[in-house]
């Protein structure tokens, strides 16, 4: 039975991450049972439910896989090829690669477009306030290297932003959504300082605190590419709705975040 047929549906709750696990799979597809425990180290590595930096990283790591695409689809190729993870925008990455790596190594059965994937999301799903996310296996690994350049910058217009989403398959609705992953991260680079006052959590206060024209609020800072997003008047009326409503931002983030599954 091939990956493609290891269709894992993960509803995970928040309290009860083992579920991920599968009760489903364990009676449908015994030999998904390996997932089961690569859940397990990663559960343990990210800290539980405390969000902490590996998870966060582990975030950021599965849109900069996915995101050298055209129309999207993440094939490992950030892990695969040296010279990806040498790009400017990828610098920060040492940490999840080497953990992720180990892991791969540890199940070499699965590549590391899924490896990178299923870290990302269940990330996601143990933030507190991250959505719940359908995790399915079976990507096949990149033969060549992707170009890390086409990966958007934090001084980009939101004109460029716009146009880089497009070409990954994304809507100008989509690319809001996705930037609420921000939320819960923060600089590791030259600013050592979270996106909102809410780090270690998924939640639409980030929307709310980039709209506010007193600047940052104290301890935050804020990407110029995200105050660039939440002033262009195409993106703007979504910005502000998810900044009013937590439930249509956490809808939307799920169902856009699964493109680049
Ligand atoms: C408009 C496109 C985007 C730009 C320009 C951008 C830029 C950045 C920058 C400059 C950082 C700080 C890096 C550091 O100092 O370590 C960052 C962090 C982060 N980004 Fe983005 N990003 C974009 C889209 C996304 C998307 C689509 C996601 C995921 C869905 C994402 C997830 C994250 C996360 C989770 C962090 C925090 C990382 C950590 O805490 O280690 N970003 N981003």
Same mark, same amino acid.
């Given at each position: ?8 549906? $993960? /509803? ?17 597809? #015994? ?9 397990? &180290? ?18 950021? @790591? ?12 993440? %094939? ?20 999840? +690669? ?16 899924? $490896?990178?994937?299923?870290? *990302? ?8 306030? *991250?959505? !719940? ?10 033969? &060549?290297?992707? %170009? ?5 910058? =934090? ?6 932003? =716009? ?24 600089? +590791?680079?030259?600013? /050592? ?5 809410? &780090?270690?959590? $998924? ?11 007193? *600047? ?14 939440? !002033?262009?008047?195409?993106?703007? *009326? ?7 409503? #937590? ?8 169902? !856009? !975040?699964?493109?680049? @599954?």
């Amino acid at each position: 039975m091939t990956k493609l047929t290891c269709l894992i549906l $993960i /509803f995970i709750s928040l309290l009860n991450v083992n579920a991920l696990i599968f009760d489903r799979w364990r009676v449908i597809k #015994p030999q998904c049972r390996v997932w089961d425990k690569i859940a397990a &180290e990663m559960k343990t590595a990210f800290g539980g439910k405390s969000c902490n930096a590996l998870a966060t990283s582990a975030i950021r @790591l599965s849109f900069h896989d996915a995101g050298t695409h055209n129309q999207c689809g993440s %094939d490992g190729s950030i892990m695969i090829f040296p010279v990806e993870l040498e790009n400017a925008n990828n610098l920060q990455f040492a940490k999840i +690669t080497s953990f992720l790596r180990s892991i791969q190594n540890k199940y070499p059965t699965e590549g590391f477009a899924d $490896i990178i994937q299923f870290a *990302g999301i269940l990330a996601t799903v143990l933030c507190p306030g *991250g959505p !719940k996310i359908k995790f399915v296996a079976g990507r096949a690994d990149a033969t &060549e290297a992707n %170009d890390a350049s086409l990966l958007p910058g =934090l001084f980009d217009t939101s004109e460029k932003l =716009l146009k880089d989403f497009d070409r990954m398959g994304f809507t100008p609705t989509d690319l809001v959504a996705l930037l609420g992953a921000h939320s819960c991260g923060r600089g +590791t680079d030259f600013i /050592f300082l979270p996106f909102d006052q809410t &780090e270690n959590k $998924i939640d639409s206060r980030f929307y709310a605190e980039v709209l506010d024209e007193d *600047g940052p609020r104290p301890g935050t800072q804020r990407l110029p590419s995200d105050e660039n997003v939440s !002033k262009d008047p195409v993106t703007h *009326g979504t910005w502000v709705k998810f900044s009013q409503r #937590p439930l249509a931002f956490k809808a939307a983030y799920r169902v !856009k !975040k699964k493109k680049y @599954l």
